[in-house]
């Protein structure tokens, strides 16, 4: 059972050492992050800190500026002044090793990873729907070494801890007038020669359409515990398929290099894949967050300050980025619950018979509605929602459930297709989770700890958002959105740490058994009494906004010889460089 946060902070930093008979003490260990150093790009807003990586050899740290399209180079041998000595042009690269013929072909990249001397960095193409690439280059030099075609959009990439074969997620996302959706897939790279000069690789492309409607695996999809949208053969007029409608969004590989754990964020479900078989083992559901029980408070409208509350609402876990630890001879998979809704599939279906057969909500202005608030509806569609809440069907007044943004298509599928709601279902869980990665149970999720602490440090300005400072703002869209997530090991305990995109800032739990965490420390860097406005001559000292990537650096591989934590955060367009220290608590 999860601690609660009171209680959680007084057994993580506060443990007393415990007297036995013969008067002979124990100690237990805590840790603190402290900023050490921050690298700004001077971008801000632009995506200029996305994902982040670490080389030990060379002492660099790899950012990914998808603003330039481009990867930052640091030399990070001093945490406490890294510094950009280079970036890697992957357009110009690829144009001179005529894999392109112009650099409009090419745009963001979106991932970076390093292993073995080895850079992978997935990168989308110039029209998001076409074929992007894994780019290789060697670490030594930075030279080029090649590209491996794959689907639209690879959107993650990541090597397997034996260093044998490259995992990219490819999110294959649809163009924005919906006239293009390509299908989701996984890319397999196996690295069948790398002797330091010359690289060879064999790629095995991954894909769903076993689990499309009428194929063979359909009835494998554990459908009451993820977002299937309501694709059929005939609807949207065949433009989504359960293929083309899944997009894997980020991976992670057990310790032993067997099997790799892919989220599928809009479906609320991760991808199993089989590294030997080169197939999809199963699919795992992740269920829905009932936020009527106590631990599970939630703020649900940004018009009320803090007013955390339990209410009929389910939320859709969606998790974004996800990793892995080992425990007792089991893998566990943890997640960062951000959400996401699928608005941009219907912005452009203006027939309302083809928005309606999938069983979304077609509204007077010729709108395909999924992403759904009470406050924009409620007097023109017929449903009631069993709230106890007395006005505006049930969803209550501006300091209720009025202007909760939630999945119409997935509460009426729930509910039975009626006009009478139980529950509402909602985007992200507004916290973290740990599953058994062979059975798929969810054996923790922080409740509402993250909106609790932020809420008791911030007052009124907490679920903040990330490009402005407008307190309460995101209450009533997925809260503090978690986003990113990191697992490491200090002194024999194994911790997890957590961004918040939105309200910014990093929580930190001990995570050494995955099925009984406790809280450990919340730390931000964000100056809250300013507005994000990069035309300041002290803008950076407003500390960052909206993390996006996290790398843990074990002591034995970092330059300063502790544990560090690098993040980077996409809004601020920054780096940081947190030292983890370890605290001893005696009596």
Request: aromatic share 10%.
């Amino acid at each position: 059972m999860k601690l609660k946060p009171i209680l959680a902070v007084i057994l993580a930093t506060s443990l007393v050492a415990c007297t036995n008979e013969s008067d002979e003490t124990t100690t237990e260990t805590s840790i603190s992050l402290t900023e050490q150093a921050r690298y700004t790009s001077g971008i801000f807003d632009a995506s200029a800190a996305e994902i982040v990586t670490f080389d030990s050899d060379s002492q660099q740290t790899f950012v990914v500026n998808a603003d330039s399209g481009q990867i930052d180079i640091l030399d990070s041998s001093s945490i406490t002044a890294p510094t950009l000595t280079t970036s890697l042009n992957i357009a110009a690269d690829l144009q001179t090793a005529t894999v392109i013929t112009s650099s409009s072909e090419v745009g963001a990249a979106n991932s970076v990873a390093v292993s073995n001397g080895l850079i992978a960095i997935a990168v989308e193409a110039g029209t998001k729907t076409d074929d992007g690439w894994i780019v290789f280059y060697k670490v030594a030099d930075l030279s080029y070494l090649t590209a491996i075609q794959v689907g639209a959009l690879p959107d993650m990439v990541t090597f397997t801890p034996d260093g044998t074969q490259v995992i990219a997620a490819i999110e294959g996302e649809p163009n924005d007038d919906y006239s293009i959706d390509p299908e989701g897939e996984i890319a397999l790279l196996d690295i069948t020669s790398w002797d330091g000069t010359t690289l060879t690789t064999a790629l095995t492309e991954i894909g769903f359409s076993d689990f499309n409607v009428g194929s063979g695996r359909n009835g494998d999809l554990p459908s009451t515990k993820m977002v299937l949208d309501g694709y059929s053969a005939s609807a949207l007029d065949n433009k989504a398929t359960i293929a083309e409608s899944f997009e894997p969004e980020y991976v992670t590989v057990n310790a032993d290099s067997t099997k790799a754990y892919v989220t599928l964020q809009e479906n609320n479900a991760i991808a199993v894949v089989d590294l030997a078989t080169k197939a999809i083992d199963k699919i795992i559901g992740l269920g829905f967050k009932d936020h009527s029980l106590t631990e599970n408070k939630m703020d649900a409208s940004q018009k009320d300050g803090v007013n955390l509350k339990n209410w009929p609402v389910m939320g859709m876990y969606m998790p974004d980025s996800i990793t892995s630890m080992e425990y007792n001879g089991k893998t566990y998979l943890l997640t960062a619950n951000e959400g996401d809704d699928r608005q941009d599939w219907l912005d452009n279906v203006t027939d309302q018979t083809s928005c309606e057969a999938a069983g979304y909500y077609f509204d007077s202005s010729d709108n395909c509605i999924d992403a759904f608030t009470a406050k924009d509806y409620y007097n023109s569609f017929n449903v009631t929602l069993n709230s106890g809440l007395a006005t505006n069907g049930g969803f209550g007044e501006d300091d209720e459930l009025r202007r909760l943004k939630f999945s119409y298509h997935t509460t009426a599928a729930m509910n039975g297709n009626g006009t009478f709601f139980n529950n509402i279902y909602a985007y992200g869980g507004r916290s973290f989770s740990i599953y058994d990665a062979e059975t798929g149970e969810q054996v923790f999720d922080s409740g509402d700890d993250f909106e609790t602490l932020t809420s008791e440090k911030y007052g009124d300005s907490f679920n903040n958002d990330n490009a402005e400072n407008t307190g309460d703002d995101r209450s009533d869209n997925k809260g503090p959105e978690p986003e990113a997530i990191a697992v490491g090991e200090v002194n024999g305990k194994t911790y997890a740490f957590i961004g918040l995109e939105r309200m910014g800032g990093i929580m930190v739990y001990d995570v050494s058994n995955p099925e009984s965490p406790n809280f450990v420390e919340y730390v931000s860097n964000r100056d809250i009494t300013k507005q994000p406005d990069p035309s300041l001559a002290d803008f950076d000292a407003n500390g960052d906004y909206g993390p996006e990537g996290f790398k843990f650096v074990s002591a034995d591989h970092s330059p300063s010889g502790k544990p560090l934590l690098i993040v980077g955060s996409e809004v601020s367009g920054s780096t940081t460089f947190y030292e983890i220290t370890t605290t001893t608590v005696t009596p």
